[in-house]
């Protein structure tokens, strides 16, 4: 195992922390302003794939695509929030899951209606296209690390507006106190739409970046969904800077975990049964990273508001 | 000289640079009324946390009956006869006021864990339960869902839960809050007799009720015990006078 | 006689009659359907405890499920092969018969329950959801890529497994089997839903802080109850995996979760027969929707968050009106 | 609603049972909901149109969803046999589903006829006189490749497939007749969607192919991943990751890769052409390796009806043997155990127009069965 591998890999689990980000800050603000947690965001993500994948298709601007598909997640985002999420507020976490949980089925299920069931085509852009070599002889994807870039420029955004803007001094007084801002004369609910729409948006451009390396078909937002879940729990949920990183330590043991524990195994283990054995244990290692956290800080690294 | 049943020793407790309680020292003495009083924002709460066992002071011990039981989670101290009412009305709300009283009951009584036999069969339990209502004036609501009574009602039921564990000492939050005149006096009459079977730790608002009824009072004001004395001796204390009669608006 | 114990009466005659009538009119599908209804309900009455009594939001709840599906298929497999169990340090072999397999689902998500809920419970609210989903999943790809017990593929049997005096693998005689432990379990929970752990815990949901003034703890009542609900929810997995003469890791993904949480939601929080009425419910749409459209889900999902956002109480909810607090 | 739908279901088995005086009726259990929904319905659509263009009338299809799930499937098998009371079975995807509904199905009696699925368990000890597999073997595939990789001369494969049974199996059937080196042995996560990792690491190995058994959206993302990696070594896998209905999804991605069939749409025979040719009318698509799966069995069913009548379980069972139908494969007879016997080609990806598609290259194995047999004793 050469160092260049293991830095190679170390991009990587940065690039797949970074796409987590994306979904995982939305989820984050969303529940830490409304206190809602929406299984549906997978769906928003697949969305954003769907709708990138069709515009690329038609216009044949990859550009366009990724427009197209932040326009798409955040419209879509709006009207579900206008017509179900905006009664959920109020609810258990129980009514949330299932709420959300019925509209991953009808999202679902519509896409396939609308798209079909094979998957759809989205490919890089040509000028995204190919490897670059980095310092120490690293030779690394192109795009991989445009989307570590966008993922830095988006996180940096994000702390911007929440730090910076009065939007952002807004969203920080609801994570604090709901009833306050309602009283100091803030539209809550369209404050809430907004935030809604900013995670759906979200969700739906990490869905486009990701598509173009991955399978754009039905379903695709569910494994996502669930790591974007494991990131906020463990960076503390309500928290951005959590969130950031939630994602780069899943993305990390993940891409590193897979990478390595093989490689462990086959110290004491004849090849076959160690990558059997390391692969096993690696699919499972977030979920033991998740439980670790857990174990050790009940509210997650960065948590302490609201459960 | 008999032993306090209740004691705070030198208890501080510090939230980042806020001191929430200052070398606080009070006793509660057998079948007295002990009162604690002080403007909004004095750390009452925060004292009676540390004294039922939700927090715990960063320096200071607490005494029940001798015990040492600084360290001990609040299920330990309510079964070592620290019985507490609460400031806002903490109770089963979709209980009856019967099943609320049981519950206390069978909290005092143990055996908790008994997966058969309807709890609201066992007699001792039930009879614990309704002697309670009574006492408190709750015997007539005994079918009624606790949700769905008065603010004063949800009160009484609070201390008739209290009275169910038979405490050693009553650790009660504002039981006064939001009764009516009427109900007000009764529940002080009632305390009043109280006292005999286990003395009360009082954090009450309604200075009437408080002067009539304290044995003693303590003064508690940004986390520091300034006074502590009969009633008199607190009307008459210039301290006391300065803190209430200077800041002192709301009754 | 409260309109809910009139409707928990008719819900378990109709139950009953509408397999008998199938039987009578030779239509053993039917009876397989309900069969199925009633093996489901009995995970949901499972949950139920840990989620209507205890307020455990557990979404990791097909651990138990699967690891009781589990405990039939390693067990019957071992059997029908006549190979061991294990050898050393001494030697089990396999069984098919139905109640020690029983014995052996209820044992292993005891334990299961005892660990997971041990360190989960430390946590509270959005937390609790998803580290039960975390163990869940855990167990879920730990069975995909274990290769001894047939991974993703999952296990089959080629015989249902015995019960002294019936013939398990005729349909009604296995469903009347399946009805008489939903049942038990029944009279098991309501029993203990009025008892003193039970009212001990229904307070511990409402206020935890309330049930410390009393002197008691409520994490030791959390755990408890959830080491119930994970060995009822176990108990009906074997049933399940009997019922099918198969198990996979499908019974351990995180939709198999979510759709226990369906039944008990469907059916009413809380209520002791609810998942009684929400899975039958969902064995008839789930027929009569699936037959209906390949898009079925949606309709599925529709009528969900018709529940959820309108219903709330479920079946049980419309049908019997608040619920009724029981002296 | 219960008693409404037991008597639903009561009419429904009356008219069954008028239906099937003497024609065959057919349950298909596949997957039509769902992420893996394409191929449910390749081999759907390619079976009701070969019973379609056979102008039979006494041929009966129930189709239902199984929505990839085993425990559906098990109840659907339930429905199809005791309610609707069919003569054969067949449709299945999946070898887990396989695993859970063949077994008890022919152990009742019913005809299975595999569209697709072919665990090893079913070819060798778990082997029934009644379960015919249409398709292949699924080590078969991989064996082609691995044949192919000796015959390209290639000497340092890097084999990567998911952690589960199917995915063992095909590292197995490779090596069962790869001869080189392997550079590298790697199990990924089922249903992973990112392969930076193991793309990294078969760039440091060192190898000279790559060999790898990703279906479904896996092997889309890994070919999109693997092509914009810049490694250009060549590739090989099995037929199921460039077929026609993912071929679009990959793009320029899979050109030229080599991935292995017994199947191919310009394979030269006039069945094959015919079959082609119509179901591009029909469905306004270009056929699947499944929907010529599908095709097959029916024609297969089709075949045995015109020989023999479904209830005499013995004349039906031969006729089913004798395979006389003409497959789309050209050449198509069972083994011993069941299974075919047939060619396996190497196809090589290329682009028609702006459609990805795949052309025939050479023969790797021919007539070949499968490496269970010898363990099916019926």
Same mark, same amino acid.
């Given at each position: 195992?050469?160092?260049?591998?293991?830095?190679?890999? &170390?991009?990587?689990?940065?690039?797949?922390?970074?796409?987590?980000?994306?979904?995982?800050?939305?989820?984050?603000?969303?529940?830490?302003?409304?206190?809602?947690?929406?299984?549906?965001?997978?769906?928003?993500?697949?969305?954003?794939?769907?709708? /990138?994948?069709? &515009?690329?298709?038609?216009?044949?601007?990859?550009?366009?695509?990724?427009?197209?598909?932040?326009?798409?997640?955040?419209? /879509?985002?709006?009207?579900?929030?206008? &017509?179900?999420?905006?009664?959920?507020?109020?609810?258990?976490?129980?009514?949330?899951?299932?709420?959300?949980?019925? =509209?991953?089925?009808?999202?679902?299920?519509?896409?396939?209606?609308?798209?079909?069931?094979?998957?759809?085509? =989205?490919?890089?852009?040509?000028?995204?296209?190919?490897?670059?070599?980095? @310092?120490?002889?690293?030779?690394?994807?192109?795009?991989?690390?445009?989307?570590?870039? *966008?993922?830095?420029?988006?996180?940096?955004?994000?702390?911007?507006?929440?730090?910076?803007?009065?939007?952002?001094?807004?969203?920080?007084?609801?994570?604090?106190?709901?009833?306050?801002?309602?009283?100091?004369?803030?539209?809550?609910?369209?404050?809430?739409?907004?935030?809604? /729409?900013?995670?759906?948006?979200?969700?739906?451009?990490?869905?486009?970046?990701?598509?173009?390396?991955?399978?754009?078909?039905?379903?695709?937002?569910?494994?996502?969904?669930?790591?974007?879940? *494991?990131?906020?729990?463990?960076?503390?949920?309500?928290?951005?800077?959590?969130?950031? *990183?939630?994602?780069?330590? *899943?993305?990390?043991?993940?891409?590193?975990?897979?990478?390595?524990? @093989?490689?462990?195994?086959? =110290?004491?283990?004849d090849p076959s049964q160690a990558t059997a054995i390391g692969s096993a244990l690696a699919s499972m290692a977030i979920y033991i990273l998740m439980a670790g956290v857990l174990i050790l800080r009940p509210r997650g690294l960065f948590g302490g508001a609201a459960s | 000289m008999t032993e306090p049943a209740l004691a705070v020793d030198g208890v501080t407790k510090s939230f980042g640079g806020l001191i929430a309680s200052k070398d606080i020292s009070l006793d509660l003495r057998p079948g007295e009324i002990h009162a604690l009083i002080g403007p909004n924002g004095a750390g009452k709460s925060t004292l009676i946390a540390q004294i039922a066992g939700g927090l715990r002071p960063d320096t200071g011990r607490i005494w029940l009956e001798g015990r040492d039981v600084t360290g001990l989670p609040t299920a330990e101290r309510a079964r070592l006869g620290m019985g507490r009412t609460f400031q806002i009305s903490s109770l089963a709300m979709e209980f009856t006021v019967l099943q609320n009283a049981v519950l206390g009951a069978l909290g005092q009584r143990g055996r908790v864990f008994r997966f058969w036999r309807p709890v609201m069969r066992e007699s001792d339990l039930l009879s614990r339960a309704e002697a309670a209502l009574e006492q408190v004036g709750l015997a007539e609501f005994r079918a009624v869902r606790t949700g769905d009574l008065s603010h004063g009602q949800r009160r009484q039921l609070e201390v008739a839960v209290a009275l169910t564990l038979e405490p050693h000492v009553f650790l009660m939050d504002e039981p006064m809050a939001g009764l009516g005149a009427e109900a007000s006096r009764q529940l002080m009459g009632f305390l009043d007799r109280l006292r005999d079977r286990a003395p009360i730790l009082l954090v009450e608002h309604d200075m009437d009720a408080v002067f009539a009824l304290a044995d003693r009072i303590s003064v508690l004001v940004y986390g520091e015990i300034i006074a502590t004395g009969t009633a008199d001796e607190i009307r008459a204390d210039p301290r006391v006078r300065s803190v209430y009669l200077g800041a002192e608006s709301t009754p | 006689m409260t309109r809910e114990t009139a409707l928990n009466i008719v819900l378990m005659a109709v139950l009953l009659a509408v397999p008998l009538a199938a039987w009578s009119l030779d239509e053993p599908f039917v009876i397989t359907l309900a069969t199925r209804a009633a093996i489901l309900a009995i995970a949901g009455v499972g949950l139920n405890v840990a989620l209507g009594l205890g307020g455990l939001v557990s979404f990791g709840h097909a651990v138990f499920f699967g690891l009781g599906g589990y405990a039939m298929g390693i067990l019957a497999h071992h059997a029908q092969t006549y190979t061991p169990l294990m050898t050393a340090p001494f030697t089990i072999d396999g069984t098919t018969s139905m109640p020690v397999i029983w014995l052996v689902a209820i044992g292993v998500s005891v334990l299961a329950a005892l660990a997971i809920g041990a360190l989960s419970l430390r946590t509270t609210g959005v937390y609790f959801i998803m580290i039960t989903l975390a163990f869940a999943q855990m167990v879920y790809y730990f069975a995909i890529s274990w290769p001894a017990y047939g991974g993703e593929d999952g296990l089959s049997v080629y015989v249902r497994n015995g019960f002294p005096g019936l013939n398990t693998m005729d349909p009604i005689q296995y469903f009347s089997l399946c009805y008489g432990v939903l049942a038990l379990v029944l009279l098991g929970v309501s029993r203990l839903a009025r008892s003193p752990f039970g009212l001990m815990l229904q307070a511990a949901r409402q206020d935890p802080e309330r049930v410390e003034a009393i002197g008691q703890t409520p994490y030791r009542l959390y755990l408890t109850a959830f080491v119930i609900s994970g060995a009822i929810t176990g108990l009906s997995g074997a049933l399940f995996a009997d019922l099918n003469r198969f198990v996979s890791p499908t019974m351990l993904s995180w939709h198999m979760s979510g759709e226990i949480m369906i039944f008990v939601i469907l059916g009413g929080v809380g209520r002791v027969f609810g998942p009684v009425a929400g899975a039958a419910l969902f064995i008839l749409l789930e027929h009569l929707l699936g037959g209906l459209s390949a898009y079925w889900h949606v309709y599925l999902g529709a009528m969900l968050l018709g529940v959820v956002l309108f219903a709330r109480g479920g079946l049980y909810g419309l049908l019997a009106g608040r619920e009724v607090a029981h002296d | 609603m219960t008693i409404r739908q037991l008597f639903l279901s009561a009419c429904m088995a009356a008219m069954a049972t008028g239906a099937t005086a003497e024609g065959v009726k057919v349950g298909m259990i596949t997957t039509l909901s769902g992420g893996g929904a394409g191929l449910g319905i390749d081999v759907r659509d390619g079976f009701m149109l070969a019973v379609e263009q056979s102008g039979r009338d006494d041929i009966e299809v129930v189709i239902e969803d199984d929505q990839r799930k085993p425990d559906v499937a098990v109840q659907l098998a339930d429905k199809m046999i005791q309610s609707e009371k069919v003569d054969v079975l067949t449709g299945i995807i999946w070898s887990n589903l396989a695993m859970a509904v063949i077994p008890g199905a022919v152990a009742q009696g019913k005809f299975y006829l595999s569209p697709n699925a072919g665990p090893s368990v079913l070819a060798g000890k778990g082997c029934n006189p009644n379960y015919f597999n249409v398709a292949w073997q699924n080590d078969n595939l991989h064996e082609a490749a691995g044949a192919y990789a000796n015959s390209a001369r290639l000497t340092n494969s890097f084999i990567l497939a998911p952690n589960y049974p199917a995915g063992q199996d095909a590292l197995t059937g490779y090596k069962r007749f790869y001869e080189g080196e392997l550079a590298g042995e790697l199990y990924t996560k089922l249903g992973q969607t990112d392969y930076a990792s193991e793309i990294a690491q078969i760039r440091a190995a060192g190898a000279d192919s790559v060999f790898f058994f990703l279906p479904g959206g896996m092997g889309i993302s890994f070919m999109k991943q693997y092509a914009e990696s810049g490694l250009d070594l060549p590739v090989v896998g099995p037929a199921f990751s460039f077929d026609q209905g993912i071929l679009q999804a990959v793009g320029d991605a899979a050109l030229g890769v080599r991935n292995t069939s017994q199947w191919s749409k310009d394979l030269d025979n006039p069945a094959n052409t015919a079959f082609v040719e119509s179901f591009q009318a029909k469905y306004d698509r270009l056929p699947s390796l499944y929907a010529s799966q599908g095709f097959d069995t029916a024609n297969l069913l089709i075949s045995a009806v015109e020989a023999a009548d479904v209830g005499d379980q013995d004349a039906f069972r031969a006729a089913l043997k004798a395979a006389d139908f003409a497959s789309t494969r050209g050449d198509f007879e069972f083994g011993p155990n069941n299974h075919p016997i047939q060619d396996f080609y190497v196809r090589e990806v290329i682009q028609e127009g702006d459609v990805f598609t795949n052309k025939v290259e050479s023969l790797v194995l021919e007539s070949h069965g499968d490496a269970y047999a010898a363990e099916c004793k019926m």
């Open positions: 195992m050469s160092l260049i591998l293991l830095a190679e890999q &170390t991009l990587n689990g940065l690039q797949f922390g970074m796409m987590l980000f994306l979904m995982a800050a939305g989820l984050t603000l969303i529940f830490g302003v409304m206190g809602l947690i929406n299984l549906a965001h997978g769906s928003l993500y697949m969305v954003g794939a769907f709708i /990138a994948a069709a &515009t690329a298709a038609f216009t044949g601007s990859f550009l366009l695509a990724l427009i197209a598909s932040l326009a798409a997640a955040a419209l /879509a985002g709006v009207l579900i929030e206008m &017509t179900i999420i905006r009664r959920l507020y109020e609810r258990d976490h129980l009514d949330q899951v299932l709420a959300t949980f019925a =509209l991953i089925l009808i999202f679902s299920e519509g896409t396939r209606w609308v798209f079909g069931s094979f998957p759809l085509y =989205l490919d890089i852009p040509d000028a995204l296209s190919g490897t670059v070599t980095l @310092p120490f002889g690293v030779e690394y994807s192109l795009y991989r690390l445009v989307l570590i870039g *966008v993922g830095l420029v988006i996180a940096l955004g994000l702390f911007l507006l929440i730090g910076k803007t009065r939007l952002g001094i807004r969203i920080r007084a609801g994570e604090n106190d709901r009833e306050m801002i309602g009283a100091l004369g803030v539209d809550i609910s369209r404050l809430y739409t907004l935030v809604f /729409a900013l995670g759906a948006a979200l969700a739906g451009l990490a869905g486009a970046l990701i598509g173009a390396i991955q399978s754009v078909q039905v379903g695709m937002g569910e494994p996502v969904l669930i790591l974007a879940f *494991v990131v906020i729990v463990i960076g503390g949920i309500g928290s951005i800077k959590g969130a950031l *990183v939630g994602a780069l330590l *899943v993305g990390l043991t993940d891409t590193l975990g897979r990478f390595l524990l @093989p490689k462990a195994f086959a =110290l004491v283990l | - | - | -």
